[in-house]
């Protein structure tokens, strides 16, 4: 059974950081694309950051330049580092392949940023 467990979130101040895991117990890790999405009340879930195989990261516009996305395939975790956060980043995050399958969607954490 595939479990996505992610942890990490909480409460912050604008302008302060948070770091946030995903631990995987994938088939085939090292293989994935991973993603980090976010959903905010009444709004749709978003990619917000993602991993290839490779290593190349991509990046929704709104977190380019603040959020940096990584993977430890020995570990089977994906990270993300967030700094400068915005009152506008809180929301839940989940982790997931990309393109995300809907049988892989933990139970997220939550990022409450105040302003």
């Known amino acids: 059974q595939v479990q996505l467990v992610e942890s990490g979130g909480g409460s912050v101040q604008a302008g302060g950081s948070l770091r946030l895991s995903c631990a995987a117990s994938?088939?085939?890790?090292?293989?994935?694309?991973m993603g980090w999405y976010r959903q905010a009340p009444g709004k749709q879930r978003e990619l917000v950051a993602h991993?290839?195989?490779?290593?190349?990261?991509n990046y929704a516009d709104s977190v380019k330049g603040r959020f940096s996305i990584s993977r430890d395939n020995a570990k089977k975790t994906v990270y993300l580092q967030m700094n400068s956060l915005k009152f506008e980043d809180t929301a839940v995050y989940y982790c997931?392949?990309?393109?995300?399958?809907?049988?892989?969607w933990g139970q997220g954490t939550q990022v409450t940023v105040s302003s």
């Open positions: 997931n392949v990309r393109p995300p399958s809907s049988a892989y």
């Open positions: 991993i290839s195989v490779s290593g190349n990261t």
């Open positions: 994938l088939g085939m890790f090292s293989m994935r694309t």
